[in-house]
C-alpha cells in the first residue's frame, strides 16, 4: 500500500504545501510573498502574518490538486528550522493540528537537509556519498550526504550567506530585494572587468563579509567621482560581484570533492537557481569527469516538495514526533 505525506513550508517568505505519493511528487504550491520588496529585505511579523493567510488555500489548493481528502494523508512532514520563528511557528501550528485532527503521525523536517534532499525528487538522482554546495539566502554550507538522512557538514560561513552577498550588493546599487535573481540577469551583459580580495578562511569555510566591505568601498569611491557609476556601469559591477562570489564558492566545492574523492557534485537552495553557478559547475564536472546535479528552477528556491521528500525518508525510519514539537529556528544538521 502507497504512503500519502502532506508536506508544509513555512520557514522564510514562501507558503508552500505539497503532496507525495510514496517517493512520487503528486502536488506542489508555492505562494512566494512579494510585500517585502519595499523593505529591501524580509520582515519577520509581515512574514508570518501573511503564512497565516495562505496556509490553508495553499492546502486546499493541493489537496485538490491530487484529488484527495484529509483523511487520505497518512502523515504530515513541516519545517522545524532553521528559520524565522514566527513563520516557522505557522507551519508548525497548521501541521500539529492536521496531525491531531486527522490522528496520524507528524514528522520534523530540518529546511536544510530538504534543499539537498531536493536532487532525490525527479531523475537523474546523485549516487551516495555526494557532495552538495548549499547556498540560499541564509546559508552557505558544504555538506557530504552519506546518505539521506546521514549527512556532515564539512565546512560553513563565518558570516553573510552567499544570497545575502547577492541581496545586500543589490541593496548598495538600489535594486530591489531579492537581489540576487536581477544581479544574475545584468550581469549576463557585462564582463567582469573590476576585481574584488577573496576571503582567507579555512579551505571548507566561507567568508563574505569582506566582500561586501570591499564592495561598499569600491562604490563609494566610485560615486564621489561620478555620482553615475553604479547607472553607467551596472551589468560590469553585477558580473564582476557575481564573477567574485561564484569563483569563490565552486574553488571551495572543487576542493572538497577532490578532497572527499567524490563522484557526484551537487548544488541546492536559491543561489543554485544562478546562471553563472550553474554553467561553471556544469564546466568544472566535465573538466574533472565527475557527474554535476543541478536542480530544476522550482526546486532550488523554498518548496515543500523538497520537504516531502525528507518527509518521505523519515517516514520510513518511522522517525515521528509528537505534539510537544516546537519550532527551532537555529536547527542544525545533526551530526554523526
Ligand atoms: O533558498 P531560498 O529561496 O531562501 C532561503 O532559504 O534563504 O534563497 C533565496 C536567496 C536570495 O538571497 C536570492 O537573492 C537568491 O537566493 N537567489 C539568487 C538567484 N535566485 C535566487 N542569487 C543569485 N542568482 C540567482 N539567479
Ligand atoms: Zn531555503
Known sequence: MSTIILAIESSCDDTSAAIMKDASLVSLGVSSQKMHEIYG?????????????????IVDFVLKEAKLRPSDIDAVAFTQGPGLLGSLLVGTSFSKGFALANDIPLITVNHMEAHILAHMIEEPRPNFPFICLTVSGGHTQLVLVKSPMDME?????????AGEAFDKTGKMMGLPYPAGPIIDKLAQDGKPVFTFPTPNVGPYEFSFSGLKTSIRNFLINNLKDNPDFVDQNKEDICCSVQNAIVTILLDKLAYAVEQYDIKDVAIAGGVSANSDLRSGLRKLCKEKGWTAHIPAFKYCTDNA??????????????????QKVTPNPRLKIKQT
Not at 557538514?153 to 550567506?161: C, N, S
Open 41 to 57: 529585505g524580509v520582515v519577520p511579523e509581515l512574514a508570518s502574518r501573511a503564512h497565516q493567510q495562505e496556509i490553508v488555500p
Open 305 to 322: 516538495a523538497m520537504i516531502a521528500m525528507a518527509g518521505h525518508y523519515k517516514f520510513l525510519a518511522k522517525d515521528f514526533t509528537d
Open 153 to 161: 557538514v564539512l565546512g560553513e560561513t563565518l558570516d553573510d550567506a
